[in-house]
Every structure is written in C-alpha cells, then in structure tokens.
C-alpha cells in the first residue's frame, strides 16, 4: 500500500520521491547514509538536493543531519539527552567503539589518508593497550561486535578469506564512527576510557564485570 505523499513536500517532483523515501529509510533505521556505490549512490545524489527538507524532517525527532564535506556520507546524529532514536552498544562494544575512534584520530592527525583501514591485529594491540586489565575478545567475539557496528554503518568489515588469518581482516573506519562520540580532544576520550579499565569482557556473552586493577 502507498501512503499519500506528505502535503508540506508537495514541491518535490515525483521522480526524486522514492529516493528521498529510501534516503529517509536509511537514515532512521541506521542513521547514515552512505552514497559511494550502486543504488546508493544514487539515492544520496537525489538527497543531497534536498537537505533542507530532510534536515526539517528529522529536527522534530531531535536528530541532527550531518553531512560530510570530504565523502558522500549523510549523518542522522542524536542531540545529546533530547533523543530517544538512539542505537544502545553493549559495554563491550563500547570498549571496541573508543578503541577505534582513537585509531581513527591517531591516523588522521598521521597523515592525510582517504580510508582508515587497520586489521584485526591492530584492533587487538589497540585493545590490550587501551585497557591493560580487561582480557581482549576471541576472535568470534570480534567479529559479532564488527558486524554490529557495520550495520550501523560504523565500519566496513572484510573477513580474510583464511579463516586461520583473521588477524589479516581489514576494516575500515567509516568518519561515521568519530560523530557518534564526538570528543572535543584526547583529553576527553582518556577520561572516558579511565572509567572502562577495571572491566573484564566475557567472551561468551560480551558482559563485563569489576576487576581490581
């Protein structure tokens, strides 16, 4: 069944309609939308011509659209407190979230790249760095919490084809990730991670409890 089209977008021509249905779509259900290849590529050019519009739409939702000036990313970012679209990460997940927003940081304030793409090895290195006492994830557990932030359109995950490589495993971090926890500098991201570090992981089921440090 097709519902009527809205009365306040009336002005929209009938042919960018259903790409500005799905642009919507995407964005409330995963909160970003990436434009780079095939039907989404053409999705993101029809709603790029139509940011104020999709911007209005989502202010009464108290979600911010964002976009990137440097890829073809539309962001739907919370407002902190006033939203309650918002997507909720099991304490472990959120271990692995701070992990590679750092790793985003530390590459981008490196060298200009295009992509942040490090492997599972150095996701594992960064874990047991960052939180010296917690026991990192096995290598299924990784994987599980990866593929979570990929539909969130957090990362993008390549499994080598090896199943005795995984270590190899790319992922790439997508500009998304940092604008979910926008920290104003490292400062700000060391207080937080202070309070995970006496947290011990369960592999099995991703919880975690007190340890004494």
């Given at each position: 069944?097709?519902?009527?089209?809205?009365?306040?977008?009336?002005?929209?021509?009938e042919?960018?309609?259903p790409?500005?249905?799905?642009?919507?779509?995407e964005?409330?259900?995963?909160?970003?939308?990436?434009?780079d290849?095939?039907?989404?590529?053409?999705?993101?050019?029809?709603?790029?011509?139509?940011?104020?519009?999709?911007?209005?739409?989502?202010?009464?939702?108290?979600?911010?659209?964002?976009?990137?000036?440097?890829?073809?990313?539309l962001?739907a970012?919370?407002?902190?407190?006033?939203?309650?679209?918002?997507?909720?990460?099991?304490k472990?997940?959120?271990?692995?979230?701070?992990?590679?927003?750092?790793?985003?940081?530390?590459?981008?304030m490196?060298?200009?790249?295009?992509?942040?793409?490090?492997?599972?090895?150095?996701?594992?290195?960064?874990?047991?760095?960052?939180?010296?006492?917690?026991?990192?994830?096995?290598?299924?557990?990784?994987?599980?919490?990866?593929?979570?932030?990929?539909?969130?359109?957090?990362?993008?995950?390549?499994?080598?084809?090896?199943p005795?490589?995984?270590?190899?495993?790319?992922?790439?971090?997508?500009?998304?990730?940092?604008?979910?926890?926008?920290?104003?500098?490292?400062?700000?991201?060391?207080?937080?991670?202070?309070?995970?570090?006496?947290?011990?992981?369960?592999?099995?089921?991703?919880r975690?409890?007190?340890?004494?440090?």
């Amino acid at each position: 069944m097709n519902l009527p089209w809205p009365s306040f977008w009336q002005h929209v021509p009938e042919p960018d309609r259903p790409a500005l249905r799905d642009a919507l779509a995407e964005l409330l259900s995963t909160g970003v939308l990436l434009g780079d290849e095939g039907r989404a590529r053409e999705i993101y050019l029809t709603a790029r011509d139509y940011l104020r519009e999709l911007g209005e739409y989502l202010s009464p939702l108290n979600l911010t659209l964002i976009p990137d000036p440097d890829r073809p990313i539309l962001q739907a970012r919370p407002v902190a407190g006033e939203c309650d679209l918002t997507a909720r990460f099991t304490k472990d997940e959120s271990l692995l979230i701070l992990v590679l927003w750092r790793l985003y940081h530390d590459t981008r304030m490196e060298r200009a790249v295009d992509a942040v793409v490090v492997s599972a090895n150095e996701i594992f290195q960064a874990l047991k760095l960052t939180f010296e006492n917690i026991e990192p994830p096995a290598e299924t557990h990784l994987e599980r919490m990866l593929a979570r932030l990929r539909s969130r359109r957090l990362v993008r995950f390549q499994r080598h084809e090896d199943p005795l490589r995984f270590g190899e495993s790319a992922v790439e971090i997508l500009p998304t990730l940092p604008r979910v926890i926008p920290f104003e500098n490292t400062q700000a991201w060391e207080q937080l991670v202070q309070l995970h570090t006496t947290r011990k992981i369960d592999n099995e089921t991703g919880r975690g409890e007190e340890v004494a440090p």
